[in-house]
């Protein structure tokens, strides 16, 4: 497939600036691949289509408040610092991005108040930079968390608000790590959670950090040129175990966002189970693939021409998925990482 066959049109009033006041009231698609009807829902009556000895599979990554802003010493020019991996955690070495990019160069240092700076020790790319934080500065990603703001997607167009640091986590959230929310995540409430759990489904945790790849365009028109970047991921060994037992008995396995999707679908064995692991992934997964672990998607609606949407085309189906999206905006579903959500059964 090419680039060119996910392009649509995406007007700016589709792409939701808040997400619903209660996570659940999110309105819900519903594609069924069989018959290929569309039914429209609210999120919480996603247990509907769960049955006993099911299993939902969840990211829990959590993100940082990845965007700190300082000052470079000396001349006082205001910097953005974007951080977005930590690359040695005892020398305090972190991969960021800085902005303005051509005041900041390899020795100069930048304040961010009285018990953190860091200083940049090498150039990656244009914009990116390799820096070390300060020895004495102890968790950094406390200190980060305390002082960045949240790294809201750059389509959503408004300033950050306090309120976006729980509004962009989900309430599985707990490993540190990530740049952007896996948004399919954000949907649930502990209120929903029991539910699914009441009628016997297994809640099953993984981790997929999501990085600012999630946000880079496609440049290729062959798609089987396209490289994803590299992203750190973790299938422990109960997930595995439950995944496997609901392959076996051939029970439903609903993974919970493309993040989710590509981290189960790295991990399988030559017989086509979930193995546990954990390392990085830069798997690519655009039509035709064959699923191996994901039996339902759940997702949200996505940008043109991305690679979420193109997942999801994968599991859905491309005319299918296409034909959805066209209905979703004439019928006013909200789009991107604070709209609605979608299920692929």
């Known amino acids: 497939m090419k680039l060119s066959d996910f392009k649509y049109n995406m007007p700016k009033t589709a792409i939701a600036k808040y997400p619903e006041k ?3 009231k999110a309105k819900l698609m519903v594609l069924n691949r069989k018959t290929q009807e569309i039914e429209h829902k609210t999120f919480k009556d996603i247990v509907d289509y769960m049955s006993k000895g099911d299993v939902l599979v969840v990211n829990e990554t959590k993100v940082m408040q990845a965007r700190l802003y300082g000052k470079k010493e000396r001349t006082n020019a205001k910097i953005e610092v974007f ?15 800085v902005d303005p990019a051509r005041k900041v160069r390899i020795g100069n240092r930048i304040y961010f108040n009285e018990n953190l700076w860091c200083e940049v020790i090498d150039n990656t790319t244009s914009r990116g930079r390799t820096v070390r ?6 968790d950094i990603y406390k200190a980060i968390e305390k002082i960045g703001q949240t790294p809201l997607p750059p ?8 309120a976006d640091r729980e509004y962009y986590q989900t309430i599985f ?3 540190d790590g990530s740049v952007a929310a896996p948004t399919a995540g954000l949907h649930f409430t502990p209120e929903l959670i029991k539910k699914i759990k009441k009628k016997g489904i297994k809640v099953v945790p993984v981790i997929l950090h999501i990085g600012l790849g999630t946000f880079r365009p496609v440049e290729v028109e062959d798609l089987t040129k396209h490289r994803m970047d590299s992203e750190y991921f973790e299938i422990p060994e109960e997930t595995a175990e439950e995944i496997n037992k609901a392959l076996e008995s051939k029970k439903n396995i609903f993974v919970v966002g493309t993040s989710t999707a590509r981290a189960v679908e790295s991990s399988v064995t030559a017989e086509g189970f979930c193995k546990p692991n954990f390392g990085w992934t830069d798997k690519f997964i655009f ?8 039996k339902k998607l759940v997702t949200n609606f996505h940008q043109p021409e991305s690679t979420l949407l193109m997942l999801s085309a994968a599991f859905a189906g491309y005319d299918f998925i296409m034909k959805s999206y066209k209905k979703a905006l004439k019928d006013g579903y909200r789009f991107l990482s604070y709209g609605d959500a979608m299920l692929i059964v």
């Open 22 to 24: 209660k996570r659940d």
């Open 83 to 97: 951080v977005l991996r930590e690359l040695n955690r005892e020398e305090n070495i972190w991969d960021v991005i």
């Open 133 to 138: 934080f300060n020895d004495d500065a102890g």
């Open 155 to 162: 389509y959503i167009k408004r300033d950050v608000e306090p």
């Open 173 to 175: 959230a707990k490993e």
């Open 287 to 294: 039509p035709p693939y064959d699923f191996k672990i994901t």
